[in-house]
């Protein structure tokens, strides 16, 4: 199983930009599909993008379609999250996720990293 550690989040103007990583340990990594999650205070976990294991297929949420891209590099261990055109409403903590390829269900966790927009 491996295990996920999120980085590159911060304080950032509105329109401005950030890109999000996620290492994971492990030899597995790439047999796992990817995804990205948000939580905003007093708000419940959303999905926010996901890519398949081989990056062949990725989808996203409406809100940030056009404004995020996520990508990974297997070589790397490494899952990606570029985020442009940022707004006050992207403000949460973000986490990267692991579900093994063919499954439903995200089973494995980062710690998560904090995006702030300011207006």
């Known amino acids: 199983q491996v295990q996920l550690v999120e980085s590159g989040g911060g304080l950032v103007q509105a329109d401005g930009s950030l890109r999000l990583t996620c290492a994971a340990s492990?030899?597995?990594?790439?047999?796992?599909?990817m995804g990205w999650f948000r939580q905003a205070p007093g708000k419940d976990r959303e999905f926010v993008a996901r890519?398949?294991?081989?990056?062949?297929?990725?989808d996203y949420a409406d809100s940030v379609k056009g404004r995020f891209t996520i990508s990974r590099d297997n070589a790397k261990n490494t899952v990606y999250l570029q985020m442009s055109s940022l707004k006050p409403e992207d403000t949460a903590v973000y986490y990267c996720?692991?579900?093994?390829?063919?499954?439903?269900?995200?089973?494995?966790w980062g710690q998560g990293t904090q995006v702030t927009v300011s207006s």
């Open positions: 996720a692991g579900q093994w390829s063919g499954t439903t269900r995200y089973t494995v």
């Open positions: 492990g030899r597995t990594f790439s047999r796992y599909d």
């Open positions: 890519i398949t294991w081989n990056g062949g297929s990725t």
